[in-house]
Every structure is written in C-alpha cells, then in structure tokens.
C-alpha cells in the first residue's frame, strides 16, 4: 500500500488535471443534491411553517412524528424507494430506478423531515413574536404563512443547508436506488465508498476533498449572507 | 361583580370635547367583563361605553389591569365572562379590522420601513396607486422619509414607535389602542408620538391610550379611567380625576404612595 502522503499527491494531481470523470460524477452529486433539497424546501417550508404557526388536533403528535423522521436511516429510505419503483412495486411503470430521478426522490424523503422539522421550530419561535401584531392587523392564515417565511428568510437559510448538508453527504440510499451505475447515476459519495474498496484510494480521496471543499464554500457563503441579514437585523 | 357603567363622555371638557358626544351612540361597550389567568381575576366585571371621537386615558398601576383591559377589549383575548361589543354587536374579525393597535414593545417585520407599511395595506387588499399615495402620505407625516428604505429593526426605540404609529394609522381604523406608546422614550420621541396621535385624533380616530404618565393624559386625554386591582376605580374627566381624585386607589397612587391590590 503507497503512503499517505503518495495517495494524497496523487489525489490532488486528479483534482488538479480536471478529469472529466470526476468533473462529470461532481456534476451529477450537485444537481441531484440541490434538486432533492430544492424539492425538500418547497415541501418543507410550508409544512414547516404551517405547524408553526397554527394550533390544531393532534399538533405534537405531528411535531414528535416529524422530529422523528429527521433521523430516518438512509438504507432503510432506500429500500422503501427502491419497492415502489422497483419493476413490481406500484411506481415501476415509470422506470425510474436507477436514475438520477430516483435518486433525487430519495434524498427528498431524507431531507424534507430535517427541512420541515427546523422550519416549524424557526416559524414558531417568530410566530410568537408576531402573532398579537398580526391579529391587530388581521392577518388571514395565506398571509400569515407567507409573511412568515419572509420574514424568517435568511433563518431558512441555515435550515436548507443542513438539509444540503444532509444530502450531499448520503450515500446508502441513492446507492440502493441508483445502482452506482457508471456515467449514470454514479456520485461522489457513491464512487468514494466503491473506489475505497476496490483500493483506488487516490480517487476516492481526491472526491473526498473536494466534498469537504463544496461544503466549505458553501457555508462560507451563507456565512457571508447571514451576517449582512444581521447587520440589517433581519435574523 | 360589575361595577356602574362607566359612560366616558358624559362629562365633557373644553375643546377636547368637539370630537365626541355623548348623545352619539357608543362605538365600543363592554359589559361585565372578566378575565381570569393562573387561578386568579384580573379583570372583575368592568362595564365602559367608549364613543366616537374621544380619547379616553387609562391610568393605573403596575397590575391593575391596563394592558390586559387594553387586549380585551381589541379583541387580543378572549374574556372570561362579559362581552364586547363593537357598534352594538360583538367583537370579531371583521369588526377589528376597524381598529389598530400599537404595542408598549413595536413589532417590527424583518424589511424595510415602508415594505412594513407596505404589509398593513396589502393585508387589508389596498394594491396599486392608492397603496403608493398612502404609503407616501403617511412616511411624511410620520417624519420617516429620510429613513424609509432602511430595515425597520435597525431603527431606534423612538423611530420604531413612530413607524409602529404610522403602521397602525395607515388603514384609518375608527379606533386606535395605545398600549404606553411612549415608555421609555425621550421627550422629543414623545413629543412626534404625540402629535401623531393628535393629528389621528383631528381626523375623527376615537383612541384609547395607556399610560402612566399624567402629563400625556393630559395633553391628549378628555376622559380617564383608573384602574385598581382590575376594576374601575374612578372615571372622569382627566383633569377632574388628576386633580381631585374621588377613589382612595387614585388618591394613592397620584399622591405617589405605592398602591398593592387588597388580595381576594
């Protein structure tokens, strides 16, 4: 076995030539990724902020279920994703397994529980500062919801990164439901765990890396973000 | 137990009286109303007619009831016993969309000044170039002009009130509640909040204003009600019950002793 610092040489020569492999398998994590959290947020978000802001029957119930679901294990997802599209299962008629789609559809499950869950607690909290100000005014429940989310705009921020957090970092569900197929719907987290047991450790390093470097850039950004919102204090 | 009703114009004073009559039918009444919170009363069986065109002061203090009263009666909270009734009918939505309230603490929206005078009307449907003339006639007369595309929070305590005073007049609600809108300001904060509401009070707003300050109720006040323990201790004229107090409670608390309620 080479050494550590062999591998990592060789690691940052592949980042370093652009190959279009690894260019291609980061393409494809990002726009699944970013798909399923941009699915899980226009789900999430509202949900969140309608049990946010409302009371109703069976409410804490809904919250325990939900909060509950934020640690959904990602095997298990798959493989519940993985029967309905499955040939058999009641969804197969679309074809979808073993595509990019249905990976896309897993990580949205895996996401809008966390997306939801950090909403209803980020909408409660700015709920119960607003709610006799929106009575006074007479706020309908539609604009309420809408206000809401506005105002709780760059806290949203936050929640949508943890569920891209969570995503960006998952594997054991879109490998059951995208098969690792090469050029097809092969990640990043994906091709780490298969070139790692197949010994191709410079790869699987050199995506690692670069994983660590897309979740540093984007925290930085919201960072960034967040502190011109609290400088307006909008947070 | 209910006290007397309260009838707040029925002794009217000087100018302050031109807005009100007391021949005109009362715009708010409340009759036997209760409140009670944690095993206790806080508000015991006050009866009050506010009508149009007044400006009627609450005093009272810490704990008798004044912002709790203040609530009830906008329709914030839902009484123990007793009702309220707006134009002879009873409190709801609808009816308190002709109200405003303006808060001891201003809420402010995350957005700008004027995207939170902006939110008033367009909760109440006004779109288009009617919503831009309000906007722009009410940011004049609340002096925020300089300041209206700066975020709301960011402003300070007395900018804050203004804006919250503008927000709450931009709809012209007939009745306008004031929960101590100049605590804790300085004079010359006070002072705009002031002629805010006088000016509300020229355009034929009835205004109900909490405060602990005599001096503000008697520059904006024709009636006054003191609260004790959470009923009616003494209703009058503002400088009729300022300056010749009937109650004990009044006489106490003008006289600057400290007034604990007598437990139940």
Redesign the interface.
Known sequence: MESFSAILTEALGLILAWDPDVIEIIVLSLRVTLSAVAAACLIGFPLGAVIGAFRFPLRTGVIVAMNTMMGLPPVVVGLLVYLMLSAAGPLGVLGLLYTPTAMVVAQTILVTPIVAALTRQVIEDLYN??S??F??????PF?RVR?LL???RYSLLTVALAGFGRAVAEVGAVIIVGGNINHVTRVMTTTIALETSKGNLQLALALGMILLTIAVIVNGLLMAIRGTAAR???? | MSEAVVNISERKRGPAARAGSATSAPLLKARGLCFDAGGHRLIDGIDLDIHPGRCTVIMGANGSGKSLLLRLLHGLLTPTAGEVLWQGQPLDATARQQQAMVFQRPVMLRRSVAANLRFALSVRGVRGSERKTREAETIALARLDALKDKPARVLSGGEQQRLAVARAMICTPRMLFLDEPTASLDPASTQAIEHMVQDARESGTTIIVVTHDAGQARRLGDDLIFLHGGRVAETGPVAEVLDHPSSEAAQAWLGGRLLVPSKP
Not at chain 1, 135 to 140: E, M, N, Q
Not at chain 1, 232 to 235: E, G, K, M
């Open positions: 500062e607003y006799e100000q009575t006074s005014l007479g706020v309908g604009d206000a506005w105002d709780a307006a204090a909008y947070v």
